[in-house]
């Protein structure tokens, strides 16, 4: 597509019309983990050696973090059928890009990106669309700045980002206010061109996929506990394991092959599509079931839900297994606070689940909800009273009763998951339910209608 093309394709809209009731029924595969993808492209460019991916996410998101590392002159085959070959150029190798890289909706790209540009001898400037140019940067520019590096946006700390070139970065030993995996990543991405140790002690626990896969390009990534290493400069690591991760600079990535299993994320929607309705019984093959990212099973199976994983298996040091779910009576609970990062993008979806329940279910803890790809507590609070669902929001949470689901007309505001959450409720609901503003669902789940229909559900996708 040349760019006016994309100007004309991003101004179509997306209505998605999902007609009431049904049940799923079916065994699938989802599409890649958006998350390892991203990942996949940045360590398989920065690596020596050719990366072979298979299982790729060919979505919106990551596609724009491919996209970004060719304009910095990798080489990279594919995308062909989820399968790509990734040419690295080693951590020193990346050329400035001929003009500033758009990373479209993805906060993931931007803020890993932050800390693997900022060690670059090259200037480099991200942008984004409408609701990343909205989201907080700040989290990544303070600590990166205390490593040394450069990085200019605007006074409020959101994007574009410029980030300067030629800086000496030094290892810090960092503690995160808030639990964010895209935080952690970014300072040890940043950590690889730093001197010196590189930490990062994190307040709960979030998922660890950098970790797992700089190990998986032989990088030695460590964990200790939170008042070990106080001189960040050290040349040596501590040897007691515990809750703070850390690398030093200055080493290499061997190029490897990676097989992204599925998106639990994505699975998330069929997962509660299955429980909150009668007769269903589905079955996902090969999905990420990384304890980093399992909170959505540990909830649904607290408020009843019939879920068996078999099958478990490791995948190039990521854990893969088969998930079955029947139709059962979820019952509200208070859902757990230490479950909240570990389920913190499928909320939205959980949501419907609690909205089917028996009950009142809790949600606290979960501010971050106010700074994705938008404020998913007052847009899924307001999505739901439009279908007739008693929702409180709070100021870190929500309240929500169980109810009778009538249906109507909600907007998405332009959130993937919020579209694919809704159109989950219609299974449910006594009339169809229309989500506006869902063009954005292929930045993580391209085909989500055709396999959500495959399996029992009807939506229509209309384009206007
Ligand atoms: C992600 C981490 C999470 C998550 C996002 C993907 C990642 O964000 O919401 O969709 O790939 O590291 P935070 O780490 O900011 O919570």
Not at 66 to 87: C, Q, S, W, Y
Request: charged residues 20%.
């Amino acid at each position: 597509m040349n760019n006016v093309q994309q100007e004309n394709a991003q101004q179509k809209k997306i209505i998605f019309s999902c007609q009431p009731g049904g049940c799923l029924t079916g065994v699938i595969r989802v599409p890649g983990d958006k998350s390892i993808s991203h990942r996949s492209i940045m360590l398989g460019a920065l690596a020596e050696g050719r990366t072979h991916i298979t299982g790729f996410l060919e979505g919106e998101d990551a596609i724009a973090t491919l996209n970004a590392f060719r304009a910095m002159g990798v080489k990279i085959e594919g995308p062909n059928d989820a399968e790509l070959t990734v040419h690295g150029v080693g951590l020193h190798g990346l050329k400035a890009p001929v003009e500033s890289i758009d990373l479209g909706n993805s906060g993931t790209a931007m803020r890993l990106m932050s800390g693997l540009l900022a060690g670059q001898q090259f200037n480099v400037t991200l942008t984004g669309d409408a609701s990343l140019s909205k989201r907080p940067m700040k989290r990544v520019i303070e600590p990166l700045t205390k490593m040394g590096a450069v990085i200019d946006s605007k006074p409020d700390g959101t994007p574009p980002l410029t980030i300067s070139g030629g800086q000496k970065l030094t290892g810090i030993d960092y503690v995160m206010p808030m639990a964010s995996a895209q935080v952690k990543s970014s300072l040890l991405l940043a950590g690889l061109f730093a001197e010196g140790a590189t930490c990062v002690a994190e307040p709960a626990t979030t998922r660890d996929h950098t970790e797992r896969m700089l190990k998986g390009f032989g990088y030695t990534v460590e964990n200790y506990p939170l008042n070990s290493l106080s001189n960040p400069l050290s040349n040596s690591l501590p040897t007691k394991k515990g809750t703070k991760v850390c690398l030093l600079g200055g080493g290499k990535l061997k190029a490897t092959n990676i097989d992204v299993p599925g998106d639990i994320s994505s699975a998330a929607f069929f997962i509660v599509g299955a429980c909150i309705t009668n007769n269903s019984d589905v079955t996902l093959q090969h999905v990420g079931i990384n304890p980093t990212r399992i909170g959505v099973v540990n909830i649904l199976r607290l408020m009843g839900a019939d879920i068996s994983i078999s099958n478990e298996r490791d995948i190039g040091g990521e854990p893969v297994g088969d998930i079955r779910v029947r139709s059962s009576q979820l019952k509200g609970i208070i859902i757990p606070k230490d479950q909240v990062p570990l389920a913190i993008d499928e909320f939205p979806v959980i949501f419907i689940a609690a909205a089917c329940a028996e009950g009142d279910t809790v949600l606290e803890g979960a501010e971050e909800l106010r700074v994705k790809e938008s404020d998913r507590i007052q847009v899924m609070a307001d999505a739901l009273s439009n279908v007739g669902v008693k929702a409180r929001p709070t100021v870190d949470g929500m309240v929500i009763s169980g109810s009778e689901i009538k249906g109507g007309e909600v907007d998405s505001c332009g959130d993937h998951r919020i579209a694919m959450a809704m159109s989950i409720a219609a299974l449910r609901s006594q009339a169809p339910i229309t989500i506006h503003d869902c063009a954005n669902v292929n930045t993580s789940f391209p085909g989500f209608a055709k396999m959500a229909n495959s399996l029992g559900h009807n939506i229509r996708v209309n384009v206007v």
